[in-house]
């Protein structure tokens, strides 16, 4: 999963991609959850919170299930990092999260559909459900062709992909060893080598090895993402999960490269 601190991997188009905490109503729950095609594992956040940021809770004791296409339940276990919680500003670091391996099925099924549902110990339930986009041309993305080395004050990466059934958006996520960067595209991508997101932090950096992973992702993903929320309200964001704020994804990769930027 890409996701803050779990799915950034999850890259993408036309602006970047500001992925905003929001400030849900009291007592909300939140859940992050992105199914990725080329892995086995995905990993859950699940917290509450009571409207402020430094309140955000993670949930321990949930039961979360997985239903594959084929009807077959996944159940989720929960993992504890072994250091105590910790705080980044004001939002605290998750330290629960809950693991679906999906190695018993045959791994996560290309446009298939599933269904995640979450019983809290206080009895709320949270529902989802997610339609995997398939991967055109799964070779593509899994072997890192590297490109001609690419010069940040001059150059401009233009890259073009197959389009994948059941996707509503392709996400470009550009990496290196000092940041991320990622925006939502079409089928295609000019970034030029100066590009900036709307915090200040470049896509490239000069004498850094740099890799580039165009995913497919689904409309829940794309909708919940491609848009920052107000930082008090949480006014603006989409999530189509009942019984909590938040989303459940899924995404594809469909092509990676890698370069060197000089």
């Keep these: 999963m890409r996701t803050n601190g779990a799915i950034c991997l ?8 500001d992925r905003t905490p929001v400030t849900p109503t ?13 892995t086995t594992d995905m ?6 919170t009571s ?20 009807a077959r339940t996944l ?10 919680p910790r705080f980044v500003g004001a939002v605290p670091v998750v330290n629960t999260r809950y693991r679906v391996s999906f190695i018993d099925v045959g791994g996560v099924a290309p446009g298939g559909r599933y269904l995640l549902h979450i019983t809290l110990p206080d009895g709320r339930e949270v529902d989802g459900a997610t339609t995997v986009p398939t991967i055109p041309n799964a070779a593509d993305a899994t ?10 004050e001059s150059d401009t990466l233009s890259l073009t992909w197959r389009s994948a059934p059941g996707a509503a958006a392709y996400e470009v996520f550009v990496s290196s060893s000092r940041a991320s960067f990622s925006l939502f595209a079409d089928t295609s991508v ?6 900036e997101n709307s915090g200040g932090v470049a896509a490239f950096f000069p004498g850094l090895a740099h890799r ?15 848009r920052s929320s107000d930082f008090f309200s949480g006014l603006g964001i989409i999530s189509r999960l009942d019984g909590a704020i938040g989303v459940f994804g899924s995404i594809a990769p469909v092509a990676s490269y890698s370069f060197m930027v000089r």
Aim: proline letters at 6%; charged letters at 20%; a negative charge.
């Design 10 to 17: 999850a890259l993408l188009g036309a602006a970047c991609v």
């Design 26 to 38: 009291a007592n909300s729950v939140i859940v992050e959850a992105v199914i990725d095609a080329s």
């Design 43 to 48: 990993r859950v956040i699940v917290q509450t």
């Design 51 to 70: 409207g402020a940021q430094s309140q955000q809770k993670d949930v321990k004791g949930a039961r979360l299930t997985i239903t594959t296409p084929d």
């Design 75 to 84: 159940v989720g276990a929960e993992e504890q990092d072994t250091i105590p």
């Design 143 to 152: 072997r890192f062709p590297v490109l001609p080395d690419f010069k940040r």
């Design 190 to 195: 000019a970034l030029p080598g100066r590009a």
């Design 212 to 226: 580039v992973v165009v995913s497919a992702v689904d409309a829940n993903y794309y909708d919940y993402y491609r």
